[in-house]
């Protein structure tokens, strides 16, 4: 007996509303994104993203946690998956960046678009702040275990740092020429050596 094929799984709509709602942002900025413009980008009936999400706010909030969640793939487990832990913390910002630069570029313009968003929408930037605590968090553990002094001031330090190279390639100076893999690999390193020492 022929076993029956599974049908494909469909994207649930949240997230197809969701990532329709970035991709808006960084085409058209937040001038582009309105209810119905996401309803007609993904051919959902009308009214469709005003029922998933009812005001501007939530849906720049579903917006923003869908980001969140696609950039902590790109921190997240480096190709290099064996090292100290000092390798490791390299590998996996250098990874990030790279992945933020290039083929999550649309999600950083985005980013940066809803976090100018956030300074004049308080209710926003309660929802910016946490979700960006999760790499906060994550860099203090990794930076803990890099042997760090003061894990959670270097972990700020880190992160100034990242988002400064994320705005300098993606809107800033930078845009028209982004640093390859190996070049990023390169300064993060330099970057970890004058925040904690150079590797023993």
């Known amino acids: ?35 119905r413009a996401v309803d007609e980008s993904v051919g959902l009936p009308a009214g469709s993203t005003s029922n998933r999400a009812r005001t501007r706010v939530a849906l720049l909030e579903l917006a923003l946690t869908r980001i969140a969640e696609l950039e902590s793939v790109g921190f997240g487990v480096p190709t290099m998956v064996e090292g100290s832990p000092r390798d490791l913390l390299t590998q996996g910002v250098a990874d990030g960046l790279h992945q933020a630069m290039n083929d999550g570029r649309a999600l950083a313009v985005a980013r940066i678009e809803l976090a100018l968003e956030a300074a004049r929408r308080p209710e926003l930037r309660e929802v910016y702040d946490r979700l960006g605590a999760r790499f ?31 705005f300098n390639a993606v809107v800033g100076s930078g845009h028209s020429h982004p640093q390859t893999a190996v070049e990023l690999h390169e300064e993060v390193t330099r970057y970890l050596d004058a925040l904690l020492g150079p590797a023993s």
């Open 1 to 35: 007996m022929t076993p029956s094929l599974k049908a494909p799984r469909q994207t649930p709509r949240p997230t197809l509303i969701a990532d329709a709602a970035i991709a808006l942002i960084a085409e058209r900025g937040l001038r582009g994104l309105t209810h």
């Open 136 to 166: 906060l968090d994550l860099a203090t553990f990794l930076l803990t275990r890099c042997g760090s002094p003061e894990p959670e001031e270097d972990a700020r330090r880190l992160v100034r740092w990242c988002d400064g190279m994320v």
